[in-house]
Structure formats: structure tokens, C-alpha cells
């Protein structure tokens, strides 16, 4: 029965009881979740029915656990499974607030910022009782559209930065651009 809560675990979550507590986790080498096939099959079971195979089972035995010590720091299961182990540190409730409002409650944004999946950002939530569109930053109003003298003296103040303009309207760089050819202007000349 344990076993099976295990796998449920490694493959929904990438965690056993044991990475739980240790606060680590199995993934995919490129970050993604290793579910039922990498997690279990591959990194439990086929190690597990290679130590019933004598003698190479009691070699297996002996050697999966030192592999962590080469350059990879990575067990022979691990190998086998194309997997890794990496530390999930949990963000703070404040710390996820910030990140929601900074993100305009885009989860997604909140997850590559922690170096998460949105799965797990979804469980901080719940395990602070967060609900992140409480969160949310209310988004600026856009600016006024300006006339061509404001926009010249916008684009020599910051140098022609289309960008640093865009920021300062709310409005995106190819509104900006449009907004200079309709008034005959040009960022490179300001910079």
C-alpha cells in the first residue's frame, strides 16, 4: 500500500514522502514533470527488477547510490530514467503576493520566475490560502495620446528608447512606432 502511495506521489508530483521532507524533487533534465513513465517505471521498477537478476543485482545495488558522487551528481537510476533531483524551496506567501502583482496575476510568469511549473505555484497558493486574483495588480490606464511636440521632447528625454516611451504611456513599442510615423518621427535621431 505504501508503495503505491509512493508512485501516485512520484508520478503526480515528483516527490516520495521522503523527497517531501527533504524538500527536493525528481524532474525531467529539462525541467519538466517526469509522471508515471520516468518517475516510476524507469527510476523505480527497472532498478528494482535488475536487483532480482543475481548476480548483477547485488552489483546494481552497490553501484546505483555512488554514481551521486560523480560530475553529474546524478544516481545510476537516474541515468537510466533521464531524470534529476533538484531542491524546491517554497516561496513565502508575501513573496508569492509580490510576484502575482508584479505579474498581473499571470501564473505562468510567476512559475519561471521561482524556476517552477505552474502546479507547484498553484499548491503555495493553496497551502497559503492565497487567491491569486485578489492579488492582481490593477493594470495602468494608458495614457493620453500625446501631440508631436510632447512626443519629441518624450523621445529626447529618454533618448530615443522606444521601450522606456512605451513604459511611460502604457501603451506597447508598436503603438510607439506608430505614433512616429503618423508624426513623421524617428527614435535613431533622438539617440
Known amino acids: 500500500?505504501?508503495?503505491?502511495?509512493?508512485?501516485?506521489?512520484?508520478?503526480?508530483?515528483?516527490?516520495?514522502l521522503g523527497k517531501m521532507v527533504?524538500?527536493?524533487?525528481?524532474?525531467?533534465?529539462?525541467?519538466?514533470?517526469?509522471?508515471?513513465?520516468?518517475?516510476?517505471?524507469?527510476?523505480?521498477?527497472?532498478?528494482?527488477?535488475?536487483?532480482f537478476v543475481p548476480p548483477f543485482g547485488g552489483i546494481f545495488g552497490l553501484i546505483d547510490p555512488l554514481f551521486i558522487f560523480g560530475k553529474r551528481r546524478r544516481c545510476l537510476h537516474d541515468l537510466i530514467a533521464g531524470t534529476k533531483v533538484v531542491y524546491v524551496s517554497?516561496?513565502?506567501?508575501?513573496?508569492?503576493k509580490d510576484l502575482i502583482a508584479r505579474y498581473g496575476g499571470n501564473i505562468a510568469r510567476v512559475a519561471d520566475h521561482c524556476g517552477v511549473d505552474r502546479e507547484q505555484v498553484y499548491r503555495w497558493l493553496e497551502s497559503h490560502c492565497i487567491d491569486a486574483d485578489l492579488h492582481r495588480a490593477e493594470p495602468k490606464p494608458a495614457a493620453a495620446v500625446p501631440d508631436k511636440?510632447?512626443?519629441?521632447?518624450?523621445?529626447?528625454?529618454?533618448?530615443?528608447?522606444?521601450?522606456?516611451?512605451?513604459?511611460?504611456?502604457?501603451?506597447?513599442?508598436?503603438?510607439i512606432y506608430r505614433w512616429l510615423k503618423q508624426y513623421g518621427l524617428s527614435a535613431d535621431d533622438y539617440r
Open 22 to 51: 527533504a524538500k527536493t524533487r525528481s524532474e525531467l533534465l529539462d525541467g519538466g514533470a517526469v509522471g508515471f513513465l520516468h518517475g516510476v517505471a524507469l527510476r523505480a521498477w527497472i532498478p528494482l527488477a535488475i536487483g
Open 90 to 96: 517554497e516561496a513565502s506567501a508575501q513573496e508569492l
Open 149 to 175: 511636440e510632447e512626443l519629441e521632447a518624450a523621445l529626447r528625454e529618454a533618448k530615443g528608447k522606444v521601450a522606456t516611451l512605451a513604459e511611460r504611456y502604457g501603451r506597447h513599442p508598436q503603438q
Open 1 to 16: 500500500m505504501l508503495s503505491m502511495v509512493q508512485w501516485y506521489l512520484i508520478a503526480n508530483r515528483g516527490q516520495s
